[in-house]
């Protein structure tokens, strides 16, 4: 029997609150409503960004934006290694600057088309998303993953910029490519799961 996500994380909660209480002795109960607070805010502000953005989505659906951008991005070029390579920067640029959440609800309606059109499976078409988006992530000029991590490390953003840059050049960039251009790896857990 499995366990859906929801309850899965209920009972993560759950089981969280008395180990920070008793065991690491970060939080106190008289804390607890503040980041019980703190933690409704964030999911508020989430939901919003989730509501607003499968909104805007569905309105670019109806304007056909994603016909558009296939047709524009064809008229640059109708190559492959071209069309993945435009696919790649826009996802990069959707990641800078929103939440991976928000960047596939937008993105992926948006690009679907045009990787079909070039040949990407939709399965991998989804790695190339999560791969780009979790890059664009921690690239400036938003960054929220860089913030985030500086904020848990007592770190300032200046200090963290030249090692996130050399990670996301010589280990990201890469594992974006490969992703991209080799279609076994994202294919062959699905192939031997689903049997596709």
Do not use: C, H
């Amino acid at each position: 029997m499995t366990t859906p996500p929801t309850e899965a994380a209920a009972v993560a909660v759950v089981y969280a609150i008395p180990v920070s209480i008793y065991l690491y002795r970060d939080l106190t109960w008289s804390t607890l409503s503040d980041v019980i607070w703190k933690s409704a805010q964030i999911a508020g502000v989430l939901m919003l960004l989730i509501f607003f953005a499968t909104t805007l989505a569905r309105l670019w659906t109806f304007e056909e934006v994603p016909q558009q951008i296939m047709a524009g991005l064809l008229a640059i070029s109708s190559e492959p290694i071209i069309l993945l390579l435009l696919i790649n920067l826009m996802l990069i640029i959707i990641g800078m600057f929103m939440e991976d959440v928000s960047g596939i609800l937008l993105g992926a309606p948006l690009l679907l088309p045009v990787a079909i059109q070039a040949g990407v499976d939709p399965i991998q078409f989804a790695a190339i998303m999560g791969v780009n988006l979790g890059m664009g992530l921690i690239t400036p000029p938003t960054a929220p993953i860089l913030y985030f991590a500086a904020l848990i490390g007592r770190v300032g953003i200046g200090g963290m910029l030249a090692p996130t840059l050399v990670f996301v050049l010589f280990a990201y960039l890469p594992v974006v490519l490969i992703t991209t251009f080799v279609p076994i790896v994202s294919l062959w857990l699905p192939t031997i799961v689903l049997g596709i």
